[in-house]
C-alpha cells in the first residue's frame, strides 16, 4: 500500500507575560474556529499546552499542529484572509512564536 504524503506545520506561541488568560483563551478558540471551520485546506488540526517536566520550552506554551496534504494547500492556508486576521488579533499578545513545517516519515 502506498504511503500517504502529509505536510505538518508546527506553531509554538510565547505569549507576553501581561496577555490576560481570557484573550488567551479568545486566541485558541480563534484558531480552531480559523483551522476546522474557514480553511478546509486544513486536513486535520491538534494542539494543547506545555506539560513538559524538562524546563526546556523556553517559555513556549502552546503548540497547535496543522496536517496538509500538500505545500500548495499550506501555502494558501498562510495566503488566506482568514489566517491574516488572525494573525492580526494574536500579534498584540505574542511574545514570540516558532513555526515548522515538514513532511511525515514513518
Known amino acids: 500500500m502506498a504511503e500517504t504524503k502529509q505536510l ?10 501581561n496577555t490576560p488568560p481570557a484573550d488567551i483563551s479568545h486566541i ?3 484558531f480552531r474556529t480559523l483551522a476546522t471551520v474557514k480553511i478546509p485546506e486544513i486536513k486535520a488540526y491538534e494542539w494543547g499546552t506545555n506539560v513538559s ?3 526546556l520550552d523556553h517559555g513556549y506554551t502552546h503548540c ?9 494547500d499550506r501555502d494558501m492556508y498562510i495566503d488566506h484572509p482568514d489566517h491574516k ?6 500579534k498584540p499578545h505574542l511574545a514570540e ?3 515548522i513545517d515538514f513532511w511525515v516519515h514513518h
Open 8 to 17: 505538518r506545520h508546527v506553531v509554538l506561541f510565547k505569549f507576553k507575560e
Open 28 to 30: 485558541e478558540d480563534e
Open 53 to 55: 517536566k524538562e524546563n
Open 64 to 72: 497547535f499542529i496543522l496536517t496538509f496534504a500538500n505545500e500548495q
Open 85 to 90: 486576521a488572525f494573525v492580526d488579533i494574536l
Open 97 to 99: 512564536p516558532t513555526v
